[in-house]
């Protein structure tokens, strides 16, 4: 809640919500990076056939979210700066860009560059809306906890709608099918962004080379040379000879992006913001966890299906829409829920369902598995959405005041994205060629155990925030 918010709830008023209309615009453009990211996993093998190259499968996969990775704190810091709601308006026409030439790609190196063109544009909505709706409940003395239900819903509930979608549009244009059906898409945001989303407040212009000062170009490059090198050595580890100069080149680097950061008077991601609100940081941490095993639901299991268990593409869509359905669902609840219950009673029910869901594929996924019983897994596997996305942005509101909601909200996007790009090594190592019954049993337990450990966490922490009250 707003302070002004917090303020009329004391003197016994009840703070109005944002209008939903202001919520919902904001919503449509976060549901991009959500059905961009999932819609690829089954449109993943015939592109690589395509190309002629599979080994290019956990970079076509993980270059969106590494660009992600950049984009969000740099989206973040830019809606601080120049207005969100224009930041917002640029992300949505990088998006449509990425889109009309993703289909031309010559090859995988170049669906590779488009991928991270993709996921810089896309990955500028999250933030910029938090941003906005912080503004919006701070002008109009309102609460915000229902708009962020709908961002949550739309950013990334609506994530497992991708592989049904995608597994239609790729049957009826092939892979090149997941980029045009951007286009429509876009359009219809910006022109309800620009209709019902009220303009940026005037602020001071800024030249060209304030805005790179401001940006820190070089803590993005320690930022991307550390993923890279730490994702081509995980990538490796399965090999006869494993990149082990990935780990060697990692160690320093990642070690020079916190030093810099921390001393940079602009710094691309202010680090510091994790020491001046603890929560703030242990909120990042958690979201890491949580879409490894999120996103190791969205890759993996699409590529399961069709590479194991033997599925068409319009078939594992369909099979994975109990995913999107009870997924939207939880994440109404939730949102509902949210005004009542503490946001860590969230996250404990949601990590307690992916860890069911975890131990059910580990312990009954098999190749000749029964359609219908999957279909009820893939409904379990929805469950967590919901609660815990909220319960994860709740905390982030609580933790931080509004002036920097956009910063942190782009690190926390971040985070998500550090996760998904982890996800993308866990889904290859698990789902190796040589794995018994396609490695559905070690995904489900890489699931099991990260929800397992999430779960242990969010039950000491709020035993332990009950008994400081008493």
């Given at each position: 809640m707003t302070r002004q918010s917090e303020t009329a709830a004391a003197s016994g008023e009840r703070p109005p919500h944002l209008p939903a209309r202001i919520a919902w615009s904001l919503g449509s453009g976060t549901i991009l990076l959500g059905l961009n990211s999932a819609i690829i996993a089954v449109a993943i093998i015939p592109m690589t056939e395509h190309f002629g190259d599979s080994t290019a499968i956990p970079w076509i996969v993980s270059s969106l979210y590494i660009a992600a990775a950049i984009g969000s704190p740099t989206s973040g810091r830019l809606s601080d700066l120049l207005g969100a709601r224009k930041v917002y308006l640029l992300g949505l026409a990088i998006i449509l860009l990425a889109s009309v030439l993703g289909p031309f790609a010559p090859s995988a190196g170049w669906m590779i560059a488009d991928r991270v063109l993709l996921g810089l544009g896309a990955s500028v909505q999250f933030p910029a809306a938090m941003a906005l709706i912080r503004q919006q409940a701070r002008l109009r003395r309102a609460q915000p906890t229902r708009a962020i239900g709908v961002i949550a819903l739309c950013g990334q509930s609506t994530a497992a709608l991708g592989p049904t979608v995608g597994g239609f549009v790729v049957l009826l244009w092939g892979w090149q099918g997941i980029f045009w059906i951007n286009v429509p898409m876009v359009a219809l945001c910006a022109a309800t962004v620009l209709a019902n989303v009220p303009r940026d407040a005037t602020r001071d212009r800024l030249t060209a080379r304030q805005l790179i000062r401001l940006l820190d170009p070089i803590g993005m490059l320690l930022m991307i040379a550390s993923l890279v090198a730490l994702m081509l050595a995980l990538l490796s580890l399965n090999d006869a000879d494993p990149r082990w100069w990935g780990f060697v080149l990692f160690v320093p680097l990642a070690g020079l992006f916190v030093w810099r950061e921390l001393r940079a008077d602009h710094p691309f991601v202010d680090v510091r913001l994790m020491g001046r609100f603890p929560q703030f940081g242990l909120t990042c941490l958690r979201a890491i966890t949580t879409f490894i095993s999120f996103y190791c639901v969205f890759y993996g299991l699409p590529q399961w299906l069709d590479a194991t268990r033997g599925l068409d593409t319009a078939t594992t869509g369909l099979l994975l829409l109990p995913v999107f359905g009870v997924?939207?669902?939880?994440?109404?609840?939730?949102?509902?829920?949210?005004?009542?219950?503490?946001?860590?009673?969230?996250?404990?029910?949601?990590?307690?369902?992916?860890?069911?869901?975890?131990?059910?594929?580990?312990?009954?996924?098999?190749?000749?598995?029964?359609?219908?019983?999957?279909?009820?897994?893939?409904?379990?596997?929805?469950?967590?959405?919901?609660?815990?996305?909220?319960?994860?942005?709740?905390?982030?509101?609580?933790?931080?005041?509004?002036?920097?909601?956009?910063?942190?909200?782009?690190?926390?996007?971040?985070?998500?994205?550090?996760?998904?790009?982890?996800?993308?090594?866990?889904?290859?190592?698990?789902?190796?060629?040589?794995?018994?019954?396609?490695?559905?049993?070690?995904l489900g337990a890489a699931i099991t155990l990260l929800s397992g450990v999430l779960l242990l966490l969010s039950v000491v922490a709020y035993v332990r925030q009950r008994l400081s009250r008493r």
């Open positions: 997924g939207a669902l939880s994440t109404v609840v939730a949102s509902r829920l949210g005004a009542h219950w503490h946001p860590r009673v969230l996250l404990i029910v949601g990590t307690s369902a992916m860890a069911l869901a975890g131990a059910l594929l580990m312990t009954t996924a098999r190749a000749d598995s029964a359609i219908w019983w999957l279909a009820v897994v893939c409904a379990l596997l929805g469950l967590p959405n919901g609660f815990n996305n909220l319960g994860n942005q709740l905390l982030l509101h609580r933790a931080v005041p509004a002036e920097v909601a956009g910063a942190s909200s782009g690190i926390y996007r971040t985070s998500q994205y550090v996760g998904a790009s982890l996800a993308a090594v866990v889904t290859a190592h698990a789902l190796a060629p040589a794995a018994a019954e396609g490695g559905i049993s070690e």
